[in-house]
């Protein structure tokens, strides 16, 4: 058998607005693999944040479940979930979240240190220098390009050694070239550290370097393919 990180069955999220229902999910299964690279595309509207807000458990759904690493989201408590959040999935948004006083090196090991754990500086190093950051560790966000922020946030993201990375547009604000750039970056930093990725991108290009792609529409995956990457 097949084993999964992650896994819905049946996922439903329906929003309720006066007689109107609105479903942003309406049945959705969706398995991904250990270390496997899958980009969600789709129509704005279409569901890819809420999917992607469900797995990684900050926000709840209306019917089915979610299985990450065997375990049901739906039977944690709060307690339960924020440890998985904090420890199991990383989250990078289109807004990168850096806290403006605190130079590159100090946001990147902010959640290890809010987790109260102790901060492996190797890896760190080793992140840095992969996201091409070694030379901005003590610069503060303000001074740094949109490409280097984001690259910040990423870094941010794995330094603190999820399982999984979830990406909501995150190349969103960047150039092609700056997007292409960070997203093979990513891509090589997560290999190197077994980790998954989940990104939802609306650049084909981006798309084509996960190893599969999967099509949202009205709640609903309706295409799903290997890249040539993933083969
Ligand atoms: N809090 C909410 N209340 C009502 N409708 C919502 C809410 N959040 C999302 N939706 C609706 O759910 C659908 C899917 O939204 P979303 O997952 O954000 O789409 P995408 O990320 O693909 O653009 C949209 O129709 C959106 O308007
Ligand atoms: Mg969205």
Same mark, same amino acid.
């Given at each position: 058998?097949?084993?999964?990180?992650?896994?819905?069955?049946?996922?439903?999220?329906?929003? =309720?607005?006066?007689?109107?229902?609105?479903?942003?999910?309406?049945?959705?299964?969706?398995?991904?693999? /250990?270390? /496997?690279?899958? $980009?969600?595309? !789709?129509?704005?509207?279409?569901?890819?944040?809420?999917?992607?807000?469900?797995?990684?458990? *900050?926000?709840?759904?209306?019917?089915?479940?979610?299985?990450?690493?065997?375990?049901?989201?739906?039977?944690?408590?709060?307690?339960?979930?924020?440890?998985?959040?904090?420890?199991?999935?990383?989250?990078?948004? =289109?807004?990168?979240?850096?806290?403006?006083?605190?130079?590159?090196?100090?946001?990147?090991?902010?959640?290890?240190? *809010?987790?109260?754990?102790?901060?492996?500086?190797?890896?760190?190093?080793?992140?840095?220098?992969?996201?091409?950051?070694?030379?901005?560790? /003590?610069?503060?966000?303000?001074?740094?390009?949109? !490409?280097?922020?984001?690259?910040?946030?990423?870094?941010?993201?794995?330094?603190?050694?999820?399982?999984?990375?979830? $990406?909501?547009? *995150?190349?969103?604000?960047?150039?092609?070239?700056?997007?292409?750039?960070?997203?093979?970056?990513?891509?090589?930093?997560?290999?190197?550290?077994?980790?998954?990725?989940?990104?939802?991108?609306?650049?084909?290009?981006?798309?084509?370097?996960?190893?599969?792609?999967?099509?949202?529409?009205?709640?609903?995956?309706?295409?799903?393919?290997?890249?040539? $990457?993933?083969?």
């Amino acid at each position: 058998m097949e084993s999964w990180i992650v896994e819905t069955r049946g996922l439903k999220k329906y929003y =309720q607005l006066g007689d109107h229902t609105v479903k942003a999910l309406d049945g959705v299964d969706f398995c991904v693999r /250990e270390q /496997e690279f899958v $980009a969600i595309i !789709g129509k704005s509207g279409s569901g890819k944040s809420t999917l992607l807000h469900m797995i990684g458990g *900050l926000d709840v759904p209306t019917g089915g479940e979610v299985y990450v690493d065997g375990k049901n989201l739906g039977k944690m408590n709060k307690e339960q979930l924020a440890v998985f959040r904090r420890r199991k999935a990383g989250f990078v948004f =289109q807004s990168y979240n850096l806290v403006p006083d605190l130079n590159v090196y100090e946001n990147v090991v902010l959640p290890i240190e *809010l987790d109260g754990r102790r901060i492996d500086k190797p890896f760190v190093d080793e992140i840095l220098d992969l996201l091409q950051l070694d030379g901005k560790r /003590e610069a503060l966000p303000g001074t740094l390009s949109g !490409g280097q922020q984001q690259r910040t946030a990423i870094a941010r993201a794995i330094a603190a050694k999820p399982a999984i990375i979830l $990406a909501d547009e *995150l190349t969103g604000n960047l150039d092609t070239a700056t997007s292409h750039d960070v997203m093979g970056l990513l891509k090589i930093v997560a290999r190197e550290f077994q980790q998954t990725i989940i990104l939802i991108t609306h650049d084909n290009d981006v798309a084509q370097m996960a190893d599969r792609i999967v099509h949202i529409e009205d709640g609903l995956i309706v295409k799903e393919r290997d890249t040539y $990457a993933g083969k």
